[in-house]
């Protein structure tokens, strides 16, 4: 028989692409106040492997990864879905965004983000917000699968998200041996970390 036990705590990365750069600061200081410290951020990379949003955001788009420093409960990604929804519909301009957030987490084992759209391959978690398995780690690395985005399968994107894994794997050992304290109320992460 299995055993129940409490999931590990995930590192929080929040992806985001736009076409207009000078957006990112205030969009960069408006998720840090509600997410806690940045512990990495990803170079720019070029939004060119779809030109599904082109028609709403333009183009050409850039994305870049923001990933936080305190370590989240995996229960929270749901609340910080539609977090981050609400700052896409605070910048949206006309109705059309100017942004397009993806928040997710990764394990030692996975890289999950979280979407409001169903599908096969995802589980929902709640609020109107479905998990969606996007890379594995096998063998030493991350692995797409047949459902992967592929900006989330680019080497690029893989090699950074090898050197955030690193970097949790880090943030595992500093843990205390009771585990870490409970999660807010208001399913968002605190700013402790």
Do not use: C
């Not at 939004?47 to 183009?59: L, P, Q």
């Not at 229960?75 to 977090?83: F, V």
């Not at 999950?112 to 709640?126: C, E, S």
């Not at 090699?159 to 585990?179: C, E, Q, S, T």
């Amino acid at each position: 028989m299995s055993r129940p036990q409490p999931p590990k705590p995930a590192k929080l990365i929040v992806g985001f692409f736009l076409k207009e750069q000078a957006l990112a600061a205030a969009i960069a200081r408006k998720l840090q106040d509600r997410l806690g410290a940045v512990d990495m951020v990803s170079p720019w990379l070029d939004f060119d492997f779809t030109s599904y949003y082109e028609k709403e955001m333009g183009a050409p788009l850039y994305r870049r990864l923001m990933v936080f420093k305190p370590l989240i409960d995996q229960t929270r990604l749901a609340g910080i879905k539609r977090l981050t929804n609400g700052i896409e519909t605070e910048y949206a301009l006309d109705g059309q965004r100017r942004v397009n957030i993806d928040p997710g987490y990764l394990l030692a084992e996975r890289f999950v983000l979280a979407t409001g759209k169903n599908f096969t391959h995802r589980i929902y978690i709640g609020d109107g917000i479905y998990a969606d398995l996007t890379l594995i780690f096998q063998k030493g690395g991350f692995r797409s699968l047949p459902w992967t985005y592929p900006d989330y399968a680019d080497r690029r994107m893989i090699d950074f998200l090898v050197l955030v894994r690193n970097k949790y794997m880090l943030d595992l050992k500093k843990i205390p041996a009771d585990g870490p304290t409970a999660p807010a109320g208001d399913g968002l992460p605190s700013k402790q970390g």
